[in-house]
Each structure stands twice: as C-alpha cells, then as structure tokens.
C-alpha cells in the first residue's frame, strides 16, 4: 500500500470520526477538535485497518501531528 | 386535545434515574446540574421569557415524567402540546461571589414537582452577567444542557425553527436479550477484575445527610493558561491529550490534599463519564442521558512520578475506551431496567462492587460553541453539577472558546472549605506546572 493511499484511507476515516469535516493532509488533527475519544477510535481503527499494533509501538505527539506524518510512520512499520 | 406520549428509557437513563431516587432519599434533593454561561453583558430579561415560552412549547417533553410501562420497561411520559413554563429566576447581586452563591444554592433547590426538570436563572453583577440553566439530569445531560442553550439561543435569534411538531422516538430495548446478557457477563468480569483486592481509598461521607446540599469551587483559565495546559497534555499525555492529563492531575491533587483523610487503601477508582452520541447527534440526542461510564483503579504508589502516571492513565483510558466497556455498560444496564425501583439500591451497590469510589470525573468539550448568547458574549461555560451520594466529590472539565474550566463539586462537610480551597490551588498548580522526568 502506497503511502498516498494510506492517507486517503486516514482522511476518509478522520473524516467520518468528526462527523463529516474535511481533512486534508498538512492540517494540525488536534485543531480539527480530534480529542482523547476520537484519538482512540483512530488508533483501534489504524490497528485493526493496517494489523498494526500502535499503543505499545512508542508513538508520541509527533507521530500523530498531521495525517502525511502519521501515515509515513504507518508506512515505515508496514514495511 | 392533548396526546399523551411516551418515550422509552435507556438503560443509563434509568441509572442516573436510580442515582436521583438515592439522592433524593439521601438529601432531599435530587441529581441536579447547572449549565452557566459567564457573559459580558446582562440579558433582556424580559425577552428571554417571552421566547422561553415559546421555545419550551416546542418540546413538550420537557414536562415528562417517568414511568413504567406493562412490559416493565421504565418510559417517559409526556402530553403534546403541554405549555407549561419554566420558571425563570432573576436576581441582581453587589459582587461576583454574591452572583456565585445565589447560582449554587439554584442546585440544590429541589424541583417543584415530578413534571418540572428545568429552570433559568439570570444575574446581573454590574456590567455583567450570569446566565445558568438548572437540570434534572433524568431529562438532560451536561452536554446536552449545553446544547439545549445553544439551541434556544438560535432559536431567539430567529435561526431555529421546527417545521414539524418534535416528538421523541425510542424503541424499548427489550430484544436482543443474548447480546445484552452477553455484554453484561462483559461488565460483571470487568468488575471483578476492578474489584479483586481493592481497597479503595476515598472521603468518609457523613452519616446525617438529610437537607445537606453540595458546594462547589470554579475556576476558568485564561487563554494563555488554557493554551499552556493544552501544549503540557499534548507534550506529555501525547495522542490521547486532555483527559488523561486533567484525570492525572485530578488524581495527584486529591492524594496531595486529602491523602490523610481517605480510606485507608491501596487504590483509586474513578468513574469516568464519556459521550456516547453519534457523530451528527440531532434532535433525537439532544434529551436524556448519551453518555455511559468506565471505571479506572490506580494503585497510591504510582501516582507519583506524574509523567509515568499519566502515561499509565492514557494506556488504562485507551483499553477502557477501545475495549468497548463503556457500550458494554449502556448495552448491558437496558437488562436491569425492568427491576422494581425498592431494589435499586441494591442493584446500583451489586453492580459497582466497590466498597466507595475515591471520585467522579469527565470532561465535556462539544458543548456550548456560538461565542454570543441572546444578545451577550459568553466568556466562559461552566457546570456545577450535584455528585452522586457515593463518592460525593467530583472534579469537572468543561471548555469553551480555547478557555478550560474546572469544577471541584463536594458534599457538604465531607471536606472543609480550606480543603477545597487548597485542592483548588495544587490542581490548579500541576496543571499549569512542567513537570520533568
């Protein structure tokens, strides 16, 4: 999976976790009002989406700044 | 000709009604909120209940009451077109305090009756003003409060109108027995776990409680704080960020203050409240209960370093939520609904298992979002909610606009003033303090 594909799937998915906003890929996810609850339906969609297994994985705050950063890092433990 | 109408109960509407009946035996005053928007100008009071009424004529089911249905499920009954009012209270006050006084003690006035579960209150302070709106948590919740505000604001501003009669439709849940009893022996294990050796450390709550009422300390952040907050959870509570960060905090604050008045034990264990609306929540979400519950136990010893804390808080919040307990929990309270009301006391101390709880916390932050109210500006949203008897204090986070505020809810004399005020000030300290590894 390419990683411009896994950004669609992200913005698609974040997208619907905030009730229909538009996402693009360079924007902030917590100024879009993504909180504790809408990080954590990500995370479980992220691991079941892309068999990943996240909260352990030692991701921070950086990892999960904007959708391009946070699918490089899902791309990165794809391969 | 008035229709009678009928809405069933969910299962977690019929918790918070059990909560209310144990207050309301405890106290004399049942489970009671207050939604209060700080605003920079005083209102139009006179408009606001001319337009009051008519909002109000809109949803008849503000007038409900409960009852129970031949199948045993618990509903809420209403007439159509009732128009009854809201009573609105209006006062003028010399100070800040005066204004914030008068607004706790609104909470802990019981309601008049079985059909009223709203009122308004307006203050003025000088230049300023107070607007609240009190509720029975058995027709509303914090967020749904807030959004009932939102709504008659729009409503007085001429943007809100319902091109037909508003009308509350809920199944009675009384199918897919398996799935409930299966999310049932979900919780019942859970609780266990919680429950296995847990010596929950807590305040004493007083043996008389008859007329006690509950106090409140409040404070809102300044943008600047509120910003600093927010960067310091971001920073050390990372993806998951405020709640854990506000739980965390909450958590070290209380042991701080209070570690030599609580229980003697070993652990904390903290019901926490979350939102469990759709993502597009209509009219349908805006009355009665859409949240549920799951519950954290933290041992005393690693409360401290903080940043370890909060990390364990953030992993216990993500299994807790990912893990489904909270709509395990809403699933499974619909099969205890039809139990008859003398036992739900029992029913309530079975299923929480714990002998105390150490405190109640949640955080609201999709609530309150136009930046004026009838013709005000709103400079902060703050909730003063009455806590359940068991555990009798309570920390709330609400934001509005950037701003965070924070509600320390306590029953009366389960703690003294300089107590409250103490935990105000160390709170207050670890969330705005840089606390290093």
């Known amino acids: ?79 | 000709m008035r229709t009678k109408s009928l809405c069933y109960l969910s299962g977690i509407d019929w918790i918070c009604y059990t909560l209310d009946h144990l207050s309301k035996e405890a106290t004399g005053c049942g489970n009671i909120s207050q939604a209060i928007l700080c605003l920079d100008r005083p209102l139009d009071i006179d408009k606001i209940k001319k337009c009051l009424l008519s909002f109000i004529r809109l949803f008849p089911v503000v007038n409900g009451k409960c009852a129970r249905a031949l199948n045993l499920a618990p509903y809420w009954s209403y007439l159509e077109n009732a128009s009854e009012d809201i009573p609105v209270l209006s006062e003028t006050a010399t100070s800040d305090e005066e204004a914030v006084a008068f607004l706790h003690a609104c909470v802990n006035q019981p309601f008049a009756n079985e059909r009223e579960h709203l009122r308004f209150a307006h203050v003025i302070v000088g230049a300023h003003a107070y607007a609240s709106l009190i509720f029975d948590h058995r027709l509303l919740d914090a967020r749904g409060a807030q959004n009932f505000l939102q709504l008659f604001h729009q409503f007085y501003c001429g943007t809100f109108t319902l091109s037909e009669p508003f009308r509350l439709e809920r199944p009675s849940g009384l199918s897919l027995w398996k799935e409930k009893f299966q999310a049932g022996q979900r919780v019942n294990r859970r609780f266990l776990e919680l429950s296995h050796n847990a010596q929950v450390r807590y305040l004493p709550i007083p043996k008389e409680l008859k007329g006690r009422k509950f106090c409140f300390r409040t404070v809102t952040f300044n943008r600047v704080q509120s910003d600093s907050i927010t960067e310091l959870a971001y920073d050390m509570a990372g993806y998951l960020m405020m709640a854990p960060y506000f739980l965390a905090a909450s958590t070290l604050a209380f042991q701080d203050v209070f570690g030599k008045r609580l229980s003697k034990g070993d652990s904390f264990v903290i019901p926490v409240n979350t939102d469990i609306r759709s993502r597009n929540p209509g009219l349908q979400e805006l009355f009665f209960n859409h949240l549920s519950f799951f519950f954290m136990r933290f041992a005393s010893d690693d409360i401290k370093p903080l940043r370890g804390f909060i990390k364990q808080v953030s992993r216990l919040m993500y299994d807790a939520m990912s893990g489904g307990f909270a709509q395990d929990l809403a699933k499974a309270s619909l099969l205890f609904r039809v139990v008859p009301r003398v036992f739900l006391d029992t029913v309530h101390r079975s299923l929480m298992r714990f002998r105390g709880l150490s405190f109640s916390f949640s955080y609201v932050n999709k609530g309150y979002d136009a930046l004026e109210f009838c013709g005000a500006q709103v400079t902060a949203v703050i909730h003063t909610p009455r806590v359940a008897i068991d555990p009798g204090v309570g920390i709330f986070f609400t934001q509005f606009n950037g701003c965070i505020s924070l509600t320390f809810a306590f029953l009366e004399d389960i703690l003294s003033e300089e107590e409250a005020n103490l935990f105000m000030d160390r709170v207050q300290t670890v969330l705005l303090e840089k606390f290093k590894q």
């Open chain 1, 1 to 79: 999976m390419t990683k411009k594909e896994i950004e669609q799937i992200l913005i698609r998915e974040i997208g619907i976790i905030l009730g229909g906003v538009q996402v693009s890929e360079d924007v902030q996810l917590h100024e879009l009002g993504l909180d504790s609850m809408g990080f954590v339906e990500l995370l479980v969609f992220i691991e079941k989406k892309f068999d990943l297994k996240l909260v352990d994985a030692g991701l921070d705050r950086d990892h999960f700044r904007t959708v391009r950063v946070l699918a490089n890092s899902i791309s990165e433990k794809l391969c």
